[in-house]
């Protein structure tokens, strides 16, 4: 196409750094030096301590269910309680440990100079360009501020495979680098081929530019970072040359939906409490999260990248939740992977939904399942390998309490209905059936949920020393706040234990969970859809509550929470999308965070240049570039070149966009004709597109004739 034109520069010129797969079966010589006493002592109170706690309550419920003869179902009720006791207690006992051990001192000194060269990396897959974009250039203006930009380049790697999308994307891209242009450099590079989905595309980054950066701070298409804390995880960097890997905390924030402030507001108030006590008992065998974190890019170059998996789904192929695996081989590699929980300034959104939530969590149940192929790795610290088993937990957890509930109802359906042989040939004093210590149940409940709820009891307590939280809401609000979130968690919670079932099943019988663009906005109610979703958890909750009254078992007071969430899962899942309810939450003060009060100027400026953006990506589509050559040019700048095809491998969606052309009549049918793939071809081949434009100024001849 004879009109477009080349604009320089859409990535810097190529400083290529090897990246070789990871051996699993071999592990590195690497000496690792001790670990602080603080972190031993963690440990001992964290992991020792869950086992006590597990140990007691195990013990408890055997005293409970041998009052007489132990049948099979009330053996395997108390092997699935051990199970999913365990899994709290070792939540309870990690967060005592934080209290007095999860606060590390910074390394380097507040008034240093960063040093090191870093790239704000933002990968991105059909996101909101609008969105994105402004985040990026409240970042790079704030540092611009406090003349802090020298040490800093932008750089997003897109794997967007939506052609509508992607229009949008570059012409975002292109007006963040004019209003950044000769302050901070802004470089953009699009993946022809999306191998290894996110991992690939940081993998791709590294192995083409990796040499040319000391630091990247990895970013989510949500996350936004103060200007302050960007600098400060350079500097720690730089002082810390050992270093890794340094993660922050994000905290969620901008939710405009009541599950989106539900979840902003627990962030708030309980994830310091869970993310110091990760802090104290993990030290320099650190984790990952894949976002808001900055790391040493030789580091990553020379110890994190990762093989294909062999065998059958969902163990084998590419590793999809990649961040806990790359932790745990640069840690494996001799660096250390720390955690700053006490910085602030980090930010994430929340999904807006409980659907959105589920949509998320399925790919992140695959791949922390898939860790369970990754963690005999040879190597490997065992606090990383720790981490692996809780994330893998975090989802098994469900139908382990799914297992054990079933168990629990098959129980007390048999005591209702059997009949039960009383006195057979053998002498006894009791019948043969199962019989309970009711008065030690009740103790042992209260202290499993007393066991539960101490991490959120801290973080309530916490917060209300804490000023940004009071500065929030007093005493008053924050209780009612915390009563709420607590209510909603309860009905949520069999909810949401019924998806991660039946989202483990899935994974287990070895179907993939593709590659969806996360949401991160809801546009109103899809009663079909919520119905689709859960008609099977309400049929549930009315089967168990028909059950119970029907064999008048008082077990019905003890499950209420559960069954009542089970039915009303329809209404409860379209109330979590609800914006009107959140926002007369927030008009009355409940569920506020502290930057809902005092934004950060990051927070402000984000907001202001989105609707900036937004204005002109609304106004970009294919047909306008066909009336507009100079945002033609600049779209095709920012495409790159496709990569050069060998013989006998030709590019099937540019030949069927080709011929597609070579038989419409005009651009509206041509393009209603295309595929996906074919359209994506068409704007990324300058050809191509000349063909498109000759066809619409044919169109155009034709009409004016």
């Known amino acids: 196409m004879d009109s477009i034109r080349e604009i320089v520069g859409a990535t810097p010129q190529p400083a290529p750094l090897d990246m070789p797969a990871q051996n699993l079966k071999v592990a590195p010589q690497v000496q690792f030096r001790w670990q602080s006493l603080a972190t031993f002592l963690a440990r001992l109170i964290t992991f020792p301590g869950a086992l006590a706690l597990t140990a007691y309550a195990g013990y408890q419920m055997y005293l409970i269910i041998s009052v007489s003869d132990v049948t099979r179902l009330q053996w395997l009720l108390l092997v699935l309680y051990l199970l999913t006791f365990g899994w709290i207690a070792l939540a309870a006992t990690s967060a005592i440990a934080g209290l007095f051990f999860g606060h590390p001192k910074a390394a380097a000194s507040s008034g240093a100079q960063p040093r090191g060269k870093t790239a704000l990396l933002m990968p991105v897959y059909n996101e909101d360009p609008a969105a994105t974009c402004s985040a990026l250039l409240a970042m790079a203006e704030a540092l611009i501020t406090r003349q802090q930009q020298h040490w800093f380049e932008i750089f997003i790697i897109s794997d967007s495979t939506d052609p509508d999308v992607w229009v949008k994307e570059t012409a975002a891209v292109d007006m963040l680098r004019e209003r950044l242009q000769g302050r901070i450099s802004v470089w953009y590079r699009r993946r022809y081929m999306n191998t290894a989905r996110k991992a690939g595309n940081v993998q791709d980054f590294v192995t083409r530019w990796g040499a040319r950066y000391d630091y990247m701070i990895v970013l989510d298409a949500d ?162 390998r720790m981490h692996m088993l809780i994330g893998v937990m975090s989802y098994i957890a469900s139908p382990l309490w799914l297992a054990m509930m079933t168990v629990g109802l098959l129980i007390s359906a048999q005591i209702a209905t059997q009949g039960f042989e009383y006195f057979t040939d053998d002498f006894q004093l009791f019948p043969h059936w199962p019989v309970f210590d009711s008065q030690r149940m009740i103790m042992l409940f209260v202290f499993t949920m007393s066991v539960l709820l101490l991490p959120k009891l801290l973080g309530y307590l916490a917060g209300l020393f804490r000023r940004d939280v009071r500065s929030a809401m007093g005493p008053i609000r924050l209780t009612l706040s915390a009563a709420l979130e607590l209510f909603f968690s309860i009905l949520f919670a069999p909810i949401f234990m019924m998806i991660h079932s039946r989202q483990v099943w899935e994974i287990i019988r070895g179907k993939d969970s593709g590659w969806s663009t996360q949401q991160r906005d809801t546009h109103g109610t899809d009663w079909g859809l919520l119905f689709k979703h859960h008609w099977f958890h309400t049929l549930v909750g009315i089967s168990v509550l028909a059950g119970l009254v029907l064999l008048q078992n008082p077990l019905l007071y003890w499950m209420l929470p559960i069954i009542t969430g089970l039915v009303l899962s329809i209404p409860l899942s379209a109330l979590s999308g609800s914006k009107s309810f959140a926002r007369m939450l927030a008009w009355l003060g409940l569920l506020r965070i502290p930057e809902e009060v005092s934004s950060a100027p990051e927070i402000n400026d984000r907001d202001r240049y989105r609707e900036e953006f937004q204005v002109v990506v609304d106004a970009v589509d294919v047909p306008l570039l066909l009336t507009d050559s100079e945002k033609a040019s600049r779209h095709f700048n920012l495409a790159g070149e496709r990569p050069v095809k060998r013989r006998g491998d030709p590019d099937m969606d540019a030949a069927g966009a080709r011929l597609k052309l070579s038989d419409a009549a005009d651009v509206s049918e041509v393009l209603a004709w295309m595929n996906r793939r074919e359209k994506m071809a068409l704007l990324n081949d300058t050809a191509l597109f000349g063909l498109l434009a000759k066809l619409a100024q044919q169109g155009s001849n034709e009409g004016v004739a």
């Not at 500097?235 to 993660?247: K, N, W």
């Not at 990762?306 to 590699?333: C, K, N, Q, T």
Request: hydrophobic share 45%.
């Open 223 to 384: 996350s936004l970072i103060a200007a302050d804390t960007l600098t400060f995880m350079v500097r720690e960097m730089d002082a810390d040359p050992g270093c890794g890997i340094l993660q922050t905390l994000p905290r969620l924030y901008a939710g405009k939906t009541l599950f989106a402030r539900l979840q902003q507001f627990a962030g708030t108030l309980y994830g310091p409490v869970v993310a110091h006590g990760m802090t104290a008992w993990q030290g320099d065998d650190g984790n990952y999260w894949g976002h808001n974190a900055i790391i040493r890019v030789s580091a990553f170059a020379s110890a994190a990248g990762l093989p294909v998996m062999s065998g059958p789904r969902p163990f084998g192929g590419h590793i999809m939740s990649h961040d806990f695996v790359e932790a745990a081989l640069i840690r494996r590699a001799g660096w250390s992977v720390r955690m700053m929980p006490a910085q602030t300034g980090s930010w994430e959104e929340s999904p807006p939904t409980l659907l959105d939530s589920a949509v998320r969590d399925r790919r992140w149940a695959q791949g922390n399942i898939q860790h369970l192929g990754v963690i005999p790795t040879r190597g490997m610290r065992w606090p990383n």
